[in-house]
């Protein structure tokens, strides 16, 4: 349930110690006592019951995921403007609460919010936290990676806070992150399948250079190759302007190998980021609707 500063030791396990530790003896007997009461399990693998049982821990989507223009332009902002204080103020609290079109959180908020269950989501590219925080703004759980210098940056998150008081806060307000200060690229094979064959949805956000830096292509390829069924979320992916093209190249690649690689593709820019937004469908269980 608490945020970590997660160590990797040798054997690949986690050290959960430091003020995580302080705070989950803090909040142990109270918070999980509660969910216990409330019918919510933890099975130590990411265990959460959202209004119903789990269906089972695997990425497979069985019921249909709808993407519904009218719905998401629509689609109430009040759980981010609550968490928005608890990203960077500046340029990210605005940016949160932004209109789908211009920012992408709307559209997460309201995934999360319909097709939440059990299963965790996975947030690439933690940086100010503004999107791990709108995926688990109605309570599912998130975990989100980022390398060990992305720390400086969801510093500016805590504002001028402790990080201990930023994260009770974080907690306070109902949100349920978990951090990962590491590159999933080198996380052993038997943990990648474990985080990834217990989510449906994939969010990456990262340094937007798939071929000059190719982390999301190594990473959408380890996806493909332990035959994920989920759902993965591009950033930036008209991003020809910047980044020396990259990501829109990368796009329109995905694009041409997308019947021999058995998904489908949907350019949702429009109710996404202004910079471009792309949703790769393992699962053939996704159907936008348009507006006419």
């Known amino acids: 349930f608490f945020a970590s500063n997660d160590r990797m030791l040798n054997d690949g396990s986690s050290d959960r110690g430091g003020i995580f530790?302080?705070?989950?003896?803090?909040?142990?007997?109270?918070?999980?006592?509660?969910?216990?009461?409330?019918?919510?399990?933890?099975?130590g693998d990411f265990a959460r019951n959202l209004g119903g049982p789990?269906?089972?821990?695997?990425?497979r989507i069985t019921k249909p995921i709808v993407i519904d223009y009218a719905k998401v332009k629509t689609h109430p902002k009040d759980r981010l403007v609550e968490l928005?204080?608890?990203?960077?103020?500046?340029?990210?609290a605005k940016r949160m609460v932004n209109a789908p079109g211009k920012e992408h959180?709307?559209?997460?908020?309201?995934?999360?919010?319909?097709?939440?269950?059990?299963?965790?989501v996975v947030d690439v590219g933690t940086g100010s936290a503004a999107s791990a925080l709108a995926?688990?703004?109605?309570?599912?759980?998130?975990?989100?990676?980022?390398l060990p210098v992305g720390v400086k940056e969801r510093q500016m998150a805590w504002r001028d806070r402790s990080e201990e008081?930023?994260?009770?806060?974080?907690?306070?307000?109902?949100?349920?992150?978990?951090?990962?200060?590491?590159?999933?690229?080198?996380?052993?094979q038997d943990q990648f399948i474990q985080h990834m064959n217990s989510t449906w949805l994939v969010f990456i956000d990262t340094a937007h250079l798939p071929y000059s830096k190719p982390f999301e292509r190594e990473l959408f390829n380890r996806l493909m190759d332990m035959q994920y069924?989920?759902?993965?979320?591009?950033?930036?992916?008209?991003?020809?302007?910047?980044?020396?093209?990259?990501?829109?190249?990368w796009w329109?690649?995905?694009?041409?190998?997308?019947?021999?690689?058995?998904?489908?593709?949907?350019?949702?820019?429009?109710?996404?980021?202004?910079?471009g937004t792309g949703i790769i469908d393992f699962s053939g269980k996704v159907k936008v609707i348009k507006e006419k």
């Open 229 to 249: 069924k989920g759902i993965v979320i591009l950033d930036e992916i008209h991003g020809a302007g910047t980044f020396g093209g990259e990501t829109e190249r």
């Open 84 to 92: 928005r204080e608890y990203t960077e103020k500046l340029a990210y």
């Open 252 to 275: 329109y690649e995905l694009q041409d190998h997308a019947e021999e690689r058995g998904y489908t593709y949907f350019d949702v820019s429009d109710i996404g980021h202004y910079t």
């Open 54 to 59: 789990c269906e089972q821990f695997s990425s």
């Open 165 to 188: 008081a930023w994260y009770a806060g974080v907690v306070g307000a109902g949100a349920e992150i978990d951090f990962h200060n590491l590159n999933l690229l080198h996380m052993p």
């Open 135 to 146: 995926l688990g703004a109605t309570g599912v759980r998130v975990e989100s990676f980022d």
């Open 21 to 43: 530790g302080l705070i989950s003896s803090i909040y142990s007997k109270g918070l999980l006592q509660h969910m216990t009461d409330s019918g919510f399990t933890d099975s």
């Open 105 to 120: 959180y709307r559209l997460l908020h309201y995934l999360t919010e319909r097709y939440g269950d059990c299963r965790h």
